[in-house]
DNA sequence: ATGGTAGACCTTCTA
């Protein structure tokens, strides 16, 4: 089975080069962050042609993620539990029906700049929100993939520039900090399990030629439950992705399980 | 130190 996840900066503005990539790849289920409309313009047509069951939480303007899956999703998640007034769509979760269900977990998590602002507090709240979640997850004992753009440079070896990012909050102490504190729940990060080359960028800036330079950072991540990372194969960064016409800055992600 | 680009959309915010 193989699970995607990309943020494609705007459904809308992306689809033709989304539908491109997703026509040639067709995977069994992918994760769509950044929508940018709300559910009634998601173009979940456009997917059903190409034999997808389309789940979206999309808002106006900004955020919004969406689940494709062959077969059908049950127990369908909108929002991240936790918070009467965080509005932000930033969640969707849903069980991947079939002989050997997977949980998927689709993550848009706040970007936080500037640092020192509500934003970063915002971010944070978030992570502790999402880590709480996926403790609650993890007692299900599921095949599990909690996936997205996590907004979060784990470590120097994931940009190519590090000392570029030490007052962005995708590199802050604490922001790294949330993210070990989510992984050592007993989820692995399936970059790492698989490959842990260096250089494995998933987000390279419109501005300054940062793609010309390879001034990237990875960002998008997929963590497992161990039921999970048990029959992880592998990990592809479908770079090449951000050559092709009006790209989005981050490309695809492509988890393998042996399910 | 600044600016560089992209998308939605009321002109500035978010990234």
């Not at 929002?79 to 991947?96: F, N, T």
């Not at 029906?97 to 602002?117: A, E, M």
């Not at 609650?136 to 940009?159: K, S, T, W």
């Not at 793609?211 to 963590?223: A, E, M, P, T, V």
């Amino acid at each position: 089975m193989r699970i995607a996840t990309w943020n494609v900066n705007s459904i809308n503005a992306r689809l033709d080069n989304v539908l491109a990539w997703v026509g040639a790849e067709l995977p069994d289920v992918v994760g769509f962050q950044e929508l940018k409309c709300m559910d009634e313009k998601f173009p979940a047509e456009a997917f059903e042609r190409l034999g997808y069951n389309v789940a979206v939480h999309g808002q106006k303007t900004y955020n919004g993620v969406a689940l494709l899956s062959k077969t059908p999703m049950e127990d369908i998640r909108r929002g991240l539990p936790g918070s009467d007034v965080d509005d932000h769509a930033r969640y969707i979760e849903a069980v991947i029906s079939g002989p050997t269900p997977v949980r998927v977990g689709c993550i848009y998590l706040p970007n936080g700049n500037p640092i020192g602002t509500e934003k970063f507090e915002y971010k944070l709240d978030w992570f502790a929100r999402l880590r709480k979640h996926a403790g609650e997850l993890l007692a299900l004992e599921e095949r599990l993939i909690l996936m997205g753009d996590y907004n979060v440079i784990p470590e120097p070896e994931d940009a190519d520039k590090p000392e570029t990012w030490v007052n962005d909050a995708l590199f802050q102490p604490e922001s790294r900090a949330a993210w070990r504190a989510l992984k050592n729940l007993g989820l692995a990060d399936a970059y790492m399990q698989a490959d842990g080359a260096p250089g494995g960028y998933t987000f390279w800036d419109y501005q300054a030629g940062a793609w010309q330079r390879n001034h990237g950072i990875r960002i998008d991540h997929g963590l497992l439950s161990p039921q999970a990372a048990d029959r992880l194969k592998s990990v592809v960064i479908h770079r090449d992705v951000r050559d092709t016409e009006k790209p989005s800055d981050h490309v695809p992600v492509v988890f393998e399980l042996d399910l």
